[in-house]
């Protein structure tokens, strides 16, 4: 069956539908709303993707993303083993579990992940382990606010904010500011005459 990838833009043919009942798996021509079918993904498709027969403008409404509260430094302790870490670290940012960030000036092995929950942190750990085998270390971070750049910074070196305000991209590599209380995010943007901060994208 030939369909329309909404995200990606471009139509795709979908391959071995299956019909899930229990652990039984079956072939199908043909489904209805409310059937749960699995789709074989040649690495196309993400959580949240829309596909459609006949409408290439089909799309719903985004999946919330909120705002994470709690920050930790994360990295492998095998650096041998960085493919499944990144991959591991991908899959629970679809999902939602948490929210990636990197620092512009360094290496992708180290990573800022962002949670809404201290909980969150202990299911990463244990998903990565467990999931993909894969030990990492995590320092907690002191920071508790995210805030998305709006517009261009030409020079971020430039950028008048207090020492613990930390610079960071997330997965799109969009500049984020991340504040340690209210009177960091206070002090950049009285500071810094044409920042816009946005508390969410």
Known sequence: MSVYHVQEGKEVKLAQPQQFMAQE???????????????????????????????AKLEFEAIPIFPAEHFARIMAVDSMKRKQ??????????????????RPDSGVEELIVGAVGELQFEVLEHRLKN??????????????????????IEDLGKLNLTSSTMIVE???????????????????????????????K
Do not use: C, H, M
């Open 131 to 152: 999931e993909y085998g894969v030990d990492i270390r995590i320092q907690r971070l002191s920071l508790r606010y995210a805030r998305w750049i709006d517009g261009i």
């Open 85 to 102: 870490f990144l991959k591991g670290i991908n899959q629970l940012s679809e999902e939602g579990a948490i929210q990636v960030f990197k």
């Open 170 to 200: 997330d997965k799109v590599g969009r500049l984020v500011l991340l504040f340690e209380n209210d009177w960091s995010i206070n002090w950049a943007t009285e500071r810094n005459k044409n920042l816009v901060l946005k508390d969410i």
């Open 25 to 55: 798996r079956t072939i199908v021509e043909e489904a209805y709303a409310g059937d749960i079918i699995g789709v074989f993904d040649p690495g196309i498709f993400k959580i949240g993707d829309t596909i459609s027969e006949g409408n």
